[in-house]
């Protein structure tokens, strides 16, 4: 069977530490692989927060996922820090992907790689948007190197 592959950007633009929770424990007593989709939607949200806007209002649009793909590479337990490293790339007219490299805050080694496909979407008009002017400016100068 083929496997996923994610070659991840070279240049991150953000970071942040998510430490593992209880609930994010499997019966398997590790880091169960629904709850790191939950952990880097903690980071995402980090990332928006951190450039003043939400998940619901980025210069009045919100964002929807349209899509995920997760590389497991190694387990993680609870009390674990993970730290996260996210990158935006692939900017198209209504939206970009995410990566996310996730490591072991204390010891480095990869935990997973994860990409998310997020698209521009107008909650009233129930319909995807373009992608807000100001996001695109911001972020793809920061992919460049160019951001102040």
């Known amino acids: 069977m083929a496997r996923i592959k994610l070659a991840l950007p070279a240049k991150f633009i953000f970071e942040t530490q998510v430490s593992v929770c209880i609930g994010d424990i499997n019966y398997g007593g590790h880091l169960g692989n629904d709850a790191i989709l939950r952990l880097a939607h903690e980071a995402r949200l980090r990332l928006l927060k951190a450039h003043g806007f939400s998940e619901l209002d980025i210069a009045g649009r919100g964002i929807i996922m349209t899509d995920a793909a997760v590389i497991y590479r190694a387990e993680a337990f609870h009390g674990d820090v993970l730290r996260f490293q996210l990158a935006l790339t692939d900017?198209?007219?209504?939206?970009?992907?995410?990566?996310?490299?996730?490591?072991?805050?204390?010891?480095?080694?990869?935990?997973?790689?994860?990409?998310?496909?997020?698209?521009?979407?107008?909650?009233?008009?129930?319909?995807?948007?373009?992608?807000?002017?100001?996001?695109?400016?911001?972020?793809?100068e920061q992919n460049t190197g160019d951001a102040p």
């Open 91 to 140: 900017f198209n007219s209504y939206g970009c992907d995410i990566f996310y490299l996730v490591s072991d805050g204390a010891t480095g080694k990869e935990v997973a790689r994860l990409k998310t496909g997020i698209v521009f979407f107008d909650y009233q008009a129930r319909k995807v948007a373009p992608i807000p002017a100001g996001f695109l400016l911001r972020f793809e």
